[in-house]
Each structure stands twice: as structure tokens, then as C-alpha cells.
């Protein structure tokens, strides 16, 4: 039973360029959510997919944008890289938004 | 004030021990609770989740729910060295918009052998 799994497991870009992180959801699961951690932080809720759409959002600005595609799978992209957005994405996924999420092992971007 | 928090910790406890670790949470029309474990370097695992109607135990894990003040606790029975990590509470929205969990920041827990 595959569990949820992200790509790339890691990532250095520079201020200014863009990012595509990309998640599977666990077998059997629907909706995929996407968090940000900073270093010693909880997990930021970025968005969550389901049915294809965005369902809920964050306090993260446009320069954070998904899709969920008909398998379930997820993009996150970031435009307009900063230092700031230095840290480690976690997608996660359920069975229905409302349910218990499963985390993936995260990408770790680094911001030059 | 924060939808969820934690103390910080770091909280330590000797091998064998009960470890406590509590969470408060603003919204008290919650109605579900989570508990995540990260090893250092790692992200979050599911180790228990309640819902608003009772504790829970499963194993060395027990999970309580205090209502009236609202905070949920996370007990460690008989605490081995693996346990050491970082424990943190999410808790969802309570409406069905979607779901936005809020975590806290995590309590640092390490057992000493």
C-alpha cells in the first residue's frame, strides 16, 4: 500500500524563479493538502484539493497556486521565489477533506 | 491568540515514565483532534486522533479531551528512548469548508534511558 509521495525530495532555486513540487495521495484517498514548515514551526496550512478544486486556502499570497488532476495527484507552484519561502513542503492526503491526513516526506526547498 | 498551542517543551522524562503533553485550542466548537509524532528531519505521523464525544486509548497512547477548557492531552505510558521526538495537535476547522488544520508548534519530548 503506497503511502503519499512528493518530488523532488529536495530543491535549491535563487530569488525570483519558479517551483513545481508534485504529491500522490495514499492509495485510496481523494483530497490533498499542502502545508509549509518553517524551521521549529507547526505545519502552515497553504490549501487543500478536492474534486479538482481548491476548497480551502491559507494566509499564503497568489504566488501560491495548485491543481489537483483526475487521479488525485497535486501541484504546488511558487512564483516570485523569496528567501523566505526556504522550507520544508508537506503535502498530505485523506479520504474526504474533513478526514484524518496522511503526510508525505516532504520537499525541502532552499532559496538562495 | 492562536487557533492551537503547545508548550514548546523541551520536556524530558526518564524511560518508563508517563509523559504528559497538552494542547489548548481556540475554537470551542472543534469536534475533532489530532496528534502527529516528527523525528527530527522527518515529517508528521498520525499517531492518534479523537473526536469530541470521548477519549481514547490505543495502546501506550491516550488521548483526553477536556471540553470546559479546552485542551486535549496526549499521555506516553511506559516512555522508551524511540518515543523522543517533537508532538504535534492539530485541529481542524469546525465547519466542513474543506478543512484547514491548525498545529501547533510542537512539544520537543525526549526519554532518557
Known amino acids: 500500500d503506497a503511502g503519499v509521495t512528493q518530488s523532488p525530495t529536495h530543491l535549491i532555486k535563487t530569488r525570483g524563479q519558479q517551483v513545481t513540487l508534485r504529491c500522490s495521495p495514499k492509495?485510496?484517498?481523494?483530497?490533498v493538502s499542502w502545508y509549509q514548515q518553517a524551521l521549529g514551526q507547526g505545519p502552515q496550512f497553504i490549501f487543500q484539493?478536492?474534486?479538482?478544486?481548491?476548497?480551502q486556502r491559507g494566509n499564503f499570497p497568489d504566488r501560491f497556486s495548485g491543481h489537483q488532476f483526475p487521479n488525485y495527484s497535486s501541484e504546488l507552484n511558487v512564483n516570485a521565489l523569496l528567501l523566505g519561502d526556504s522550507a520544508l513542503y508537506l503535502c498530505?492526503?485523506?479520504?474526504?477533506?474533513?478526514?484524518?491526513?496522511?503526510f508525505g516526506d516532504g520537499t525541502r526547498l532552499s532559496i538562495l | 491568540q492562536k487557533e492551537v498551542e503547545q508548550n514548546s517543551g523541551p520536556l524530558s522524562v526518564p524511560e518508563g515514565a508517563i509523559a504528559s503533553l497538552n494542547c489548548t485550542y481556540s475554537d470551542r466548537g472543534s469536534q475533532s483532534f489530532f496528534w502527529y509524532r516528527q523525528y527530527s528531519g522527518k515529517s508528521p505521523e498520525l499517531i492518534m486522533f479523537?473526536?469530541?464525544?470521548g477519549d481514547k486509548e490505543d495502546g501506550r497512547f491516550t488521548a483526553q479531551l477536556n471540553k470546559a477548557s479546552q485542551y486535549v492531552s496526549l499521555l506516553i505510558r511506559d516512555s522508551q528512548p524511540s518515543d523522543s521526538a517533537t508532538y504535534l495537535c492539530a485541529v481542524p476547522s469546525p465547519e466542513y469548508t474543506g478543512n484547514q488544520f491548525y498545529f501547533g508548534t510542537g512539544t520537543s519530548l525526549t526519554v532518557i534511558p
Open positions: 498530505a492526503s485523506s479520504f474526504r477533506p474533513n478526514q484524518p491526513q496522511h
Open positions: 492509495s485510496g484517498h481523494d483530497t
Open positions: 479523537i473526536y469530541s464525544n
Open positions: 484539493y478536492y474534486e479538482e478544486e481548491e476548497r
